[in-house]
């Protein structure tokens, strides 16, 4: 099960903020406190061997892209098996955010509540599908 986390939005510019944050970092004004799934896209991420003093060796951190438009820094267990794109779910633990892998049925889900409405997801079908397409062509793929 993938659950909520804690954000903010701004009422001018609507960017969303996880973990929430009192003022908003493009306006003076004060954010107002929202939720966002938390499960999302893997943008980056690295293994520190070395960590900063007060973590344990080795460090595995990502930066992940949630549904509700928030970015978000999280620990996880391991990276073996992650790549960019990757789709992971986010679980608090007081103010440390912790990622996993999601299993196919959990990705799925993902993909049918970011995608929206009927005709909305039909689009992301086929805008999925053209860039697997595509992105096969490039590589000579058939």
């Known amino acids: 099960m993938i659950e909520h986390l804690a954000a903010s939005r701004c009422p001018q510019c609507r960017l969303v903020a996880a973990p929430p944050s009192r003022w908003c970092p493009r306006h003076p004004v004060e954010m107002t406190p929202t939720s966002v799934m938390g499960g999302g896209e893997v943008v980056s991420f690295t293994t520190l061997l070395s960590p900063p003093e007060g973590f344990r060796s080795p460090l595995h951190i990502a930066l992940v892209d949630l549904v509700g438009g928030a970015r978000l820094v999280c620990h996880g267990d391991k990276t073996q098996g992650l790549k960019i794109g990757s789709w992971v779910a986010i679980e608090a633990v007081g103010n440390i955010y912790y990622f996993s892998h999601l299993g196919a049925l ?3 889900r993902l993909f049918w509540r970011r995608a929206g409405r009927a005709g909305e997801r039909m689009s992301a079908i086929a805008q999925s599908l053209a860039k697997r ?5 490039l590589r000579g793929e058939s």
């Open 106 to 108: 959990d990705r799925a």
């Open 133 to 137: 397409a595509w992105k096969g062509r």
